[in-house]
T-cell receptor
Framework: GESVGLHLPTLSVQEGDNSIINCAYS??????FIWYKQESGKGPQFIID?????DKRQGQRVTVLLNKTVKHLSLQIAATQPGDSAVYFC???????????FGTGTRLQVFP | KAGVTQTPRYLIKTRGQQVTLSCSPI?????VSWYQQTPGQGLQFLFE???????NKGNFPGRFSGRQFSNSRSEMNVSTLELGDSALYLC?????????????FGSGTQLSVL
């Protein structure tokens, strides 16, 4: 079926620590993956994306890792800040279709 | 450049009524996608429009429909509202749409069905 799952529904980290949010995707034919951040009352905001011909991609304080062997995606946030508190979604273009399928989300809580 | 604009921001309707939501994509973007988001769920894909044609459709009943105008603005309609239709409806645009392109989301329309 069409599904992208997240291992941890809630992740609590201390300010300044690194955060790792994990995601399992279901379709081995998917070739594009993307992470979004959604703050309360707002629409999802693009963080970073990666294509299947890459294993790693870095942005500003964020890194996405793709392991196609086990169909696993992760988002690493360095030096987590209170402003990073939000729900994070991964998504895949299910089997190279024209639609992005989203996971259920992981809530990241940052405490001082 | 202005972002994706959705109106209205909030709506309250009663069961059996119908509702129309509006979305203005980023200038120059030709693809508009609609998603439904409910508490505890991920974003559920409704449909995608490109050049006034529905290009993709999710697994929602026929009560959910949409359209796109020549200026790329889009509307979605839900008829015969049910309590379970209460959700945040999100619109997203991209330049040409397709499998490998990021979406830019609006802030959504919060629909409450009483």
């Amino acid at each position: 079926g069409e599904s992208v799952g997240l291992h941890l529904p809630t992740l609590s980290v201390q300010e300044g620590d690194n955060s790792i949010i994990n995601c399992a995707y279901s379709n081995s034919a998917s070739d594009y993956f993307i992470w979004y951040k959604q703050e309360s009352g707002k629409g999802p905001q693009f963080i970073i994306d990666i294509r299947s011909n890459m294993d790693k991609r870095q942005g500003q304080r964020v890194t996405v890792l793709l392991n196609k062997t086990v169909k696993h995606l992760s988002l690493q946030i360095a030096a987590t800040q209170p402003g990073d508190s939000a729900v994070y979604f991964c998504a895949e273009n299910m089997g190279r279709t024209d639609k992005l399928i989203f996971g259920t989300g992981t809530r990241l809580q940052v405490f001082p | 450049k202005a972002g994706v604009t959705q109106t209205p921001r909030y709506l309250i309707k009663t069961r059996g009524q119908q509702v129309t939501l509006s979305c203005s994509p980023i200038s120059g973007h030709r693809s508009v996608s609609w998603y439904q988001q409910t508490p505890g769920q991920g974003l559920q894909f409704l449909f995608e429009y490109f050049s006034e044609t529905q290009r993709n459709k999710g697994n929602f009943p026929g009560r959910f429909s949409g359209r796109q105008f020549s200026n790329s603005r889009s509307e979605m309609n839900v008829s015969t509202l049910e309590l379970g239709d209460s959700a945040l409806y999100l619109c997203a645009s991209s330049s040409v749409g397709g499998a490998a392109e990021k979406l830019f989301f609006g802030s959504g329309t919060q629909l409450s069905v009483l």
